[in-house]
């Protein structure tokens, strides 16, 4: 009966709770990878924002020869300014006299055609201006430029709805960085006081391995190998669910698929298993270090 109480006893003292670390330490990655999900969509957000105030509308004048309409085109695509699509091509849109005239009677409901015989309408083009030239200073830049060109008649932007829009953009960008800051420290402490304590089981047999002459780097070596692991199994998992988590998300809201970016969404993947095995051998050789160093009094 004693030997059975001894082995019993050996046991507990010799475990080491996997399950209840890794379980532990999945939740706190996710919960961090939910976080960092909502700034990647907070990023599509901006740029779709930015897209639709960054809009300028630049009138041509009607009465323009073709070689000045080619000029201006041609000088227009080549300014660096301009916002650029996925191809890499300048975000440019044309909208003819005809094209205009069609649009403000399909709007209007009212054919000027039949009172007058020319169209007083005008040629223009959109463009988008990229996201770090929408400052105030680069934007009157800009339309001091576009205005310097003898095709153009007329450029329009909402000045004081970009102004409001960056910076509360700005300011929502610092209130998340804080909050991600703060959560990220937050966490840190939760998946180290886990592994502390996982490892809180095992200071007696730290102990009797200092006893018989092990050098520390053979103790503390398969515990922050197992302790990395670990964390590196928590990202993986914690990865699973926010790719679950974010699949049934886009069946559920179809329109969420427009704020999908699948390279920054791969990187925080990776950013989370990577984060689980640096904070794995971090506090495992924090809290190694603490219980090596402990009086045996202390150990109890």
């Known amino acids: 009966m004693a030997e059975i109480t001894t082995k019993k006893r050996k046991k507990i003292l010799g475990s080491f709770p996997y399950t209840t670390v890794i379980f532990s330490i999945t939740l706190s990655l996710s919960v961090i990878g939910v976080f960092?999900?909502?700034?990647?969509?907070?990023?599509?957000?901006?740029k779709i924002i930015h897209n639709q105030v960054g809009e300028v509308q630049?009138?041509?004048?009607?009465?323009?020869n073709d070689s000045m309409q080619t000029a201006f085109k041609t000088n227009l695509y080549q300014k660096n300014y301009l916002a650029k699509d996925a191809s890499g091509a300048p975000e440019i849109t044309y909208i003819s006299k005809e094209?205009?005239?069609?649009?403000?009677?399909?709007?209007?409901?009212q054919d000027f055609t039949k009172i007058i015989d020319e169209n007083p309408l005008r040629a223009s083009y959109t463009i988008h201006i990229a996201e770090n030239y929408t400052d105030s200073s680069s934007m009157n830049f800009i339309i001091k430029d576009l205005n310097a060109d003898p095709a153009v008649y007329e450029v329009i932007y909402e000045e004081a709805l970009l102004k409001k829009v960056t910076r509360n953009i700005r300011n929502a960008g610092i209130v998340l960085a804080a909050f991600a800051l703060l959560l990220t420290i937050v966490t840190f402490f939760l998946i180290n006081n886990t592994i502390k304590?996982?490892?809180y089981s095992q200071r007696f047999l730290i102990r009797s391995m200092q006893l018989v002459g092990?050098?520390?780097?053979?103790?503390?070596?398969?515990f922050i190998y197992r302790a990395m692991l670990q964390g590196a199994i928590s990202g993986v998992l914690a990865s699973i669910l926010l790719f679950a988590l974010q699949q049934y998300a886009f069946a559920s809201i179809e329109d969420l698929q427009k704020l999908y970016v699948p390279e920054l969404t791969y990187m925080l993947y990776s950013a989370l298993i990577f984060m689980g095995?640096?904070?794995g051998l971090i506090s495992s050789y924090?809290?190694?270090?603490?219980?090596?160093?402990?009086s045996l009094d202390d150990l109890y």
Request: no cysteine; proline share 4%.
């Open 286 to 294: 924090l809290s190694l270090r603490k219980y090596m160093f402990l």
């Open 197 to 199: 304590l996982a490892l």
């Open 99 to 109: 094209a205009a005239k069609d649009e403000y009677i399909k709007q209007t409901g």
């Open 58 to 64: 630049i009138y041509v004048h009607n009465h323009i």
């Open 277 to 279: 095995a640096l904070i």
């Open 214 to 222: 092990a050098r520390p780097f053979f103790i503390q070596k398969p």
């Open 36 to 46: 960092g999900l909502i700034l990647i969509n907070a990023q599509s957000i901006k």
